[in-house]
């Protein structure tokens, strides 16, 4: 059983260009998460979509948009890069109500802008 | 404090017992987690504890909650080489329609020595 895809794995980027990241969550999971994680910190929670639909933002701009597809798969797009966007973004899936399941994460996509 | 909080290092001799201590920011937080991840991986869910548990066992892991001072630990038995990682503190701190986001400390990086 596939846990949680994301691609690319590696991404370097321009500042003021945009970008898309992938994710597929693991089979059986209706709810996507993305977390930014910085260079020696914590991850931070983006948004989550579940039913197609931005269920919760976290304290990111606008720049940073997503979608979710019929398949439960996502997308993050961050638009205007900027230096500091640099990060490991990490996609997580969950099923909705089932707190003890915790998140299953993917390794992540590490951006680097410069 | 606004964030969970972690003491950022913690080093111990193999065969040891490690202890990772963690400070959660809402006494009314549901679920607490704690997630490994390993050099160039995401994060891996070891285990949780429900608010209204003292204390969880799983094996070589022993969780500890204290809901009055919302502190919670994690204590790793016969600590081995492989359990070198960065492991993360997180809370849930409120469940809306099925949504939970899990809210995380910087972690804590545990370095085994032989």
């Known amino acids: 059983d596939a846990g949680v895809t994301q691609s690319p794995t590696h991404l370097i980027k321009t500042r003021g260009q945009q970008v898309t990241l992938r994710c597929s969550p693991k089979?059986?999971?209706?709810?996507v998460s993305w977390y930014q994680q910085a260079l020696g910190q914590g991850p931070q929670f983006i948004f989550q979509?579940?039913?197609?639909?931005?269920?919760q933002r976290g304290n990111f701009p606008d720049r940073f948009s997503g979608h979710q597809f019929p398949n439960y798969s996502s997308e993050l797009n961050v638009n205007a890069l900027l230096l500091g966007d640099s990060a490991l973004y990490l996609c997580?899936?969950?099923?909705?109500?089932?707190?003890?399941?915790?998140?299953?994460f993917g390794s992540g996509t590490r951006l680097t802008v410069v | 404090g606004e964030d969970v909080e972690q003491s950022l290092f913690l080093s111990v001799r193999e065969g040891d017992s490690s202890v990772i201590n963690c400070t959660y920011t809402?006494?009314?937080?549901?679920?607490l987690y704690w997630y490994k991840q390993e050099p160039g991986a995401g994060l891996q869910l070891l285990t949780y504890?429900?608010?209204?548990?003292d204390m969880k066992q799983d094996q070589r892991l022993t969780v500890l909650l204290n809901k009055k001072d919302k502190h919670l630990s994690l204590r790793i038995a016969d600590t081995q080489t492989g359990d070198s990682a960065i492991y993360f503190c997180?809370?849930?701190?409120?469940?809306?329609?099925?949504?939970?986001?899990?809210?995380f400390g910087r972690g804590t990086s545990l370095i085994v020595h032989p």
């Open positions: 997180a809370e849930v701190k409120g469940i809306s329609g099925g949504s939970y986001i899990p809210t």
């Open positions: 504890i429900f608010s209204n548990m």
């Open positions: 979509y579940y039913e197609e639909e931005e269920r």
């Open positions: 997580a899936s969950s099923l909705v109500m089932a707190e003890r399941d915790g998140y299953t």
């Open positions: 809402d006494s009314s937080s549901t679920y």
């Open positions: 089979s059986g999971h209706d709810t």
